[in-house]
């Protein structure tokens, strides 16, 4: 298997088990080993009292996508720590993206930049992620672990950038 099929094949049953991220209406939009884009639409009953998209919900995503990115090796891992600032309030109908980069992974220790778009291309949120690993397998038939992303993901998370700072 090589991997990506192991990215893929790990980000399949985690989607399948995670109530909460299909619950919401996120969607799994690309994984690759250390990278993954998940995208969620901003319904109505998202808004808070200002009528803007409640941020627990906007970090909701971006967890996620920190989630299977930093999971794609079929590692278990759960995140050591995490924070966000919210650059602009997101309204209601706005499509959101969030993309998660690993940028370093070392031992059991890991650092991902999650990156969260609404629809148009604004930046919304950047959420700096560090994760911590327990080295169990979730499928005993799915073995192996890189260290950085691949090259190809690594190619479309610099091309997001770029449209980003345009």
Same mark, same amino acid.
């Given at each position: 298997?090589?991997?990506?099929? &192991? ?16 619950? &919401?209406? =996120? ?6 080993? @250390?990278?993954?884009? &998940?995208?969620? /639409?901003?319904?109505?009953? *998202? ?7 409640? @941020?627990?919900?906007?970090?909701? &995503?971006? /967890? ?10 079929? =590692? ?7 924070? =966000?600032? *919210?650059? !602009? ?17 070392? @031992?059991?220790?890991? =650092?991902?930049?999650? !990156? ?22 979730? %499928?005993? !038939? ?7 992303? %691949? ?16």
């Amino acid at each position: 298997m090589t991997p990506q099929e &192991l990215a893929e094949a790990t980000a399949k049953a985690m989607y399948e088990a995670d109530a909460c991220t299909r619950a &919401l209406g =996120i969607e799994l939009i690309e994984v690759c080993p @250390g990278y993954a884009r &998940l995208q969620m /639409d901003v319904h109505p009953d *998202f808004l808070n009292g200002h009528a803007i998209c409640h @941020g627990g919900l906007m970090f909701t &995503l971006a /967890d996620s996508a920190f989630a299977f990115a930093c999971n794609s090796y079929n =590692i278990s891992t759960v995140a050591a720590g995490c924070s =966000i600032e *919210f650059l !602009r309030p997101v309204k209601g109908g706005d499509r959101l993206t969030a993309e998660a980069i690993e940028q370093t992974l070392s @031992g059991r220790t890991g =650092i991902y930049d999650i !990156r969260r778009d609404e629809s148009g291309g604004r930046a919304g949120g950047d959420v700096p992620g560090q994760i911590g690993t327990d080295q169990r397998h979730r %499928d005993p !038939r799915l073995t192996g672990r890189l260290h950085v992303a %691949d090259a190809a993901c690594k190619g479309r998370a610099a091309q997001s950038a770029s449209r980003r700072q345009q």
